[in-house]
């Protein structure tokens, strides 16, 4: 019998989209885009219409397993689940009784959007008293410049867009990481609207696009200060919308007078005529909307440069709406009561915290030392900075790690347990998302594959065996939603039955002229909302890595790492055994270091190395290396890309500075430090 079951994208995306699962003998036959979703609209990625590889491919973890090999090579025996939850329970139970709760690390992410099981473990590791994880590692940065900067203002619906003269991709490749958006940027240039991209490469979005501005990666707060000054110097601005709705212009407009035009060219990377060029075309288009990505905050000034676009936005008054005027970081569309999910009265007091871009340290210096890691939802030797020291970590004897797990990633092959976790497709869970307003509630599509178990119920099962009684533990997953939705602000009165029948609901937060002026005091502020050593308006700090003399002189490149096409983050490496990766090299820097096209190169810093294969491109400008997607280590002994990236944090909100990595670049097979030293020392 064939049925068609309608359920959502669990993947850490800002469209979180409404699908179709097409089931047929009780196997998931084809994924399809939900043309009843107001958002979707009928079509989705390339990546989740092959997801029924993912699914039932080889590389599915199906039983729970024991390590019977060493750390990292991925041998396991099939055990049972009683089995499996018993050592579980007895070596957590043991680990806390000799070392105490925090010798336990939990390490999760958004490797599962859906509210619930994203949050699974939480209460358990609050009851645990186990150290206490600081989920940093996409957004962080640029919400807190967000929320820094414009309080609790929501962003402005996409839809809104539709109606723009001029349309600003900052720091987002629309065609490879929010496709949804890209029926708007059309709709708007179909009534001769253009498209402006602002990004480090010409990626395939900017390829695309009307005209692309390409600023340096760590540039962007250059960039949107200098754009801001040319607006005040030559009185491009509103000033009758900023007296009306705004409130601290003047101290902006004071600090800018002291930035000067050097420094704001030098760390942009572009011209003050390009500048000047840019404020003249944002004052003269009276219908703008800007979207903005969350990677350009991933570097030592990410949460300042959110703070400079934003201020950038509001002098030219795009959160006061009007059609085809807005500005959209993340949508703040549903704010619902986060507590209702991870329980942390839980836990016993004061626990101790580890920001996620430091597990290397974690693992390897922390002390009193992690006894226990228990990952799930996130793949770390993949995706974590300094990935080299991670491993190192994994390969303690005397750690012990738990690994839940829908296939055999990087990361599970470190596991001394391996334990098997459902997709999306075969539990039930609750949906928001950040890049639209709809949130809806997706039912289980078919059963368990093998004997998979969803995070919820693992931890709900683990929480019994260890014989905690609190009511958290008890509860179903149906119980657990209906607590969250209820009065979850943005939810409109009396639609609770509605979502849970499975219906996209839009928040209350949208309105349709794209009005975000929802506030605490109903006005744009350009000075700093929040207590903190913030400076008090967007302004133009130091850089990181890039500012490091020492580090220059060694390490002359500028390493961006993007998202790829086939790729979510290092979701879906599974398929691509083998593969490495390129890296766009700009010819003129190709031809100073000896770099063939389609030849294997190392990519390399103090951190560690790392083999791409070179593509020789204009895309890319000179000094700025380009390498696309986290791809799997081809094997054993191979290093991943964010071996190069650093711990260091961002400015704000302890974030990742993925974006601000030095790097040399030589060829494969022919690396000789002497030749390298007499390449910088001719530079």
Known sequence: MRTEKKTICPLDCPDTCGMIATVQGGRVTSLNGDKEHPYTNGFICRKMRRYPERLYGEHRVLYPQLRVGKKGEGRFCRIGWD?????????????????????????????????????????????????????????????????????????????????????????INIKVTNIHFWPYVAAARKKGGRLLVIDPYCNETAKAADRHLA????????????????????????????????????????????????????????????????????????????????????????????????????????????????VLLSSGAFRGDKRKLTWPSLAPGDTRTVNMIHLGHALTALQPPVRALFVYNANPVSVSPDGSLVRLGLAREDLF??????????????????LPATTFL?????????????????????????????????????????GFTDRAFYQSCEERIADYLDDMPGLPEGCAARVLAGHPVHSTN????????????????????????????????????????????????????PPHADLLNSTFGERYPGRRGEVLVNPVDAAKWGVLDGAEVILENHRG?????????????????????????????????????????????????????????????????SRFKESLAAQ
């Open 83 to 171: 089995e499996a939850l018993d050592i579980l329970a007895d070596r957590l139970a043991d680990i806390r009784g000799r070392f105490g709760g925090e010798a336990i690390l939990p390490y999760s992410y958004a490797g599962n959007m859906g509210a619930v099981n994203r949050f699974a473990g939480y209460p358990f590791f609050h009851r645990l008293g186990a150290t206490q994880l600081d989920q940093t590692i996409c957004s962080a940065a640029a919400g807190a410049g967000w929320s820094c900067q414009c309080g609790d203002l929501p962003g402005c619906p996409p839809e809104n867009a539709a109606e723009a003269e001029l349309i600003v991709a900052w720091g």
């Open 609 to 673: 190395r790392v083999a791409r294969i070179a593509r020789l491109t204009s895309d890319t400008r000179q000094g700025v290396l380009v390498a696309e997607g986290i791809f799997w280590p081809v094997d054993a002994d191979d290093c991943a890309i964010n071996d190069l990236t650093s711990q260091k944090l961002t400015d704000m909100g302890g974030g990742a500075t993925f974006h601000e990595t030095l790097v040399a670049v030589v060829q494969a097979g022919g690396f000789e430090p």
């Open 510 to 561: 949208s309105c349709k002229d794209g009005r975000v002026l929802v506030g605490r005091r109903g006005k744009f502020s350009f000075v700093r909302e929040t207590l903190g050593p913030e400076p008090q308006v967007a302004c133009l700090t130091r850089a990181g890595e890039f500012a490091d003399p020492d580090l220059l002189a060694r390490f002359p490149f500028r390493l961006l790492v």
């Open 401 to 418: 790690t738990v690994v839940h797990e829908q296939v055999l990633t990087p990361t599970a092959r470190y596991a001394d347990l391996l």
């Open 426 to 466: 075969e539990n039930h869970d609750i949906y928001t998302a950040y890049g639209h307003f709809y949130l809806g509630v997706a039912q289980q599509v078919i059963e368990p594959v093998g004997e998979a178990k969803s995070n919820f119920d693992l931890f709900q099962s683990l929480a019994q065996k260890m």
């Open 215 to 326: 600023v340096l990666p760590g540039g962007d707060l250059a960039l949107a200060l200098g754009v801001l000054k040319a607006l005040v110097d030559g009185d491009l601005l509103d000033r009758a919308f900023l007296a009306r709705e705004t409130e601290g212009f003047d101290r902006l407009a004071e600090s800018l007078h002291s930035e000067d035009w050097p420094s704001l060219t030098r760390e942009s990377g572009v011209s003050r005529p390009a500048m000047e060029e840019l404020a003249t075309l944002l004052a003269g288009s009276a219908k703008t909307f800007i979207r903005i990505g969350i990677g350009l905050s991933r570097h030592s000034r990410g949460g300042m440069a959110v703070r400079a676009i934003a201020s950038l936005a509001g002098a030219l008054g795009l959160f006061a709406g009007g059609q085809g005027r807005g």
